[in-house]
């Protein structure tokens, strides 16, 4: 479950795990189902008014993209590139909507910088294999954030990574006691 506000208007969208993405125009007064393909959905981000990408999770993961505010039917979905068969675990958007995020359990981060549509991993061996659960971007999408619960198959020794050049380094934060912070 998760929701987005759009910055530059009133709209709201929200994923419910096996049930569905939802619109409302109105700051949450009406609601309604768009016509996303059904998945487990994991995360949401929106920019703009008429951006909106929705994130499923499991082994059969996808990042969809809707570019006309999520209405229209199906057909208005669009799969970004890059993203299949990942299991995700969240998405989010800088504020003008050129840099979209989602974290990958034990997968890394993937970032979208064309908008929407071609996803790369900004991580790269060992972090691809460990669990990441959240991440954050600033408005610009230079800084990033995301929290590691440890590798894959561990469980623990997790972490909270920062990275201040949208993704190119990161940096674990100081002081790991194998403390689980994912």
Known sequence: TAVAISETSDVIYGVVSGGGVYRSPD??????????????????ATSGATNVSVACGGSSGKIYVNTN????????????????????????????????????W?????????????????????????????IGIN???????????????YGSGGNVYTSTDSGTTWVASSGDDGANRG
């Open 139 to 153: 408005s610009d999408g230079t800084k990033l954030i995301a929290t590691s619960r440890g590798a894959s198959g």
């Open 69 to 104: 505010a999520g209405i229209g039917d199906v057909s208005t979905w669009t799969i970004s590139g890059g993203t299949s068969n990942l299991n995700f675990t969240e998405l989010k958007s800088s504020s003008d909507g050129t840099k979209l995020i989602a974290s990958v």
């Open 27 to 44: 700051f949450g007064a009406t609601w309604a189902q768009t016509s996303a393909p059904n998945c487990s959905y994991v995360g949401v």
């Open 106 to 134: 034990a997968g890394g981060v993937y970032m979208a910088t064309d908008g929407v549509f071609s996803y790369v991993n900004k991580m790269s061996s060992p972090l691809t294999t460990y669990l990441w659960s959240a």
